[in-house]
């Protein structure tokens, strides 16, 4: 079964860059179909990326994404980190094998 | 302003049913398939099930399949999710989600709502 791996938590200070990568296994990522989610307790979870590097309208351009050439990761790239970026971030992506949406583990994300 | 609200949840025994509803503003939501997504405490999210924009195809989670009905009403434009027999695997906050591509589903998710918390425990 297809399968996404994320870290745990990462964490960084405050106007610095984070990447936080997606792995995928059992499975190629394809470039169009992976999102980022957004989710802060107590409040709706937002999509800040969507077909692998795409920012919704009201999403800051300092979220980024992409998929790495072998099309076996992805990743979220947060530059100028501000306190409000704390959260967990989800990637998700489909596994065409069996018609599955498929969420990595999350990663959640300090800003210290 | 678009905006996917959530009710229904509760507190129920195990083997009973509830209701989800999740009231839909601000897009045409004739034109767009809508899922459930939930997330147990302390664990990641997990898809639950969709319908597309017209209403005649369903899909599910196998860990929901005969369990959960999802259905809508575009006269309210609201989505439902049937839940009977439940378990307390089934203690989550149940997100309703509208989907990316119009006339279409593609799994992939870009309205939200806050979330509804089912707790299933006698």
């Known amino acids: ?112 | 302003q678009v905006q996917l609200v959530e009710s229904g949840g509760g507190v129920v025994q195990p083997g009973g049913s509830l209701r989800l509803s999740c009231a839909a503003s601000g897009f045409t939501f004739s034109e767009y398939g809508m899922h459930w997504v939930r997330q147990a405490p302390g664990k990641g999210l997990e898809w639950v099930a969709v319908i597309s924009f017209e209403g005649s195809n369903q899909h599910y989670a196998d860990s929901v399949k005969g369990r959960f009905t999802i259905s809508r009403d575009y006269s309210k434009s609201t989505v439902y999710l049937q839940m009977d027999s439940l378990r307390a695997e089934d203690t989550a906050v149940y997100h309703c989600a509208k989907d990316l591509s119009d006339y279409n589903y593609v799994f992939a998710f870009d309205i939200w709502g806050q979330g509804t918390m089912v707790t299933v425990s006698s």
């Not at chain 1, 960084?12 to 394809?30: F, L, M, N, Q, R």
């Not at chain 1, 077909?51 to 979220?63: A, C, I, Y």
């Not at chain 1, 501000?82 to 489909?94: H, I």
């Open chain 1, 1 to 112: 079964n297809f399968m996404l791996t994320q870290p745990h938590s990462v964490s960084e200070s405050p106007g610095k860059t984070v990447t936080i990568s997606c792995t995928g296994s059992g499975g190629s990522i394809s470039s169009d179909s992976v999102q980022w989610y957004q989710l802060r307790p107590g409040r709706a979870p937002i999509t800040v990326i969507y077909e692998g590097n795409q920012r919704p309208s009201g999403v800051p351009d300092r979220f980024s994404g992409s998929i790495d050439s072998s099309s076996t990761s992805a990743s979220l790239t947060i530059s100028g980190l501000k306190t409000e970026d704390e959260a967990e971030y989800y990637c998700q992506s489909f596994d065409n094998s069996n018609s599955f949406v498929v969420f990595g583990g999350g990663t959640r994300l300090t800003v210290l």
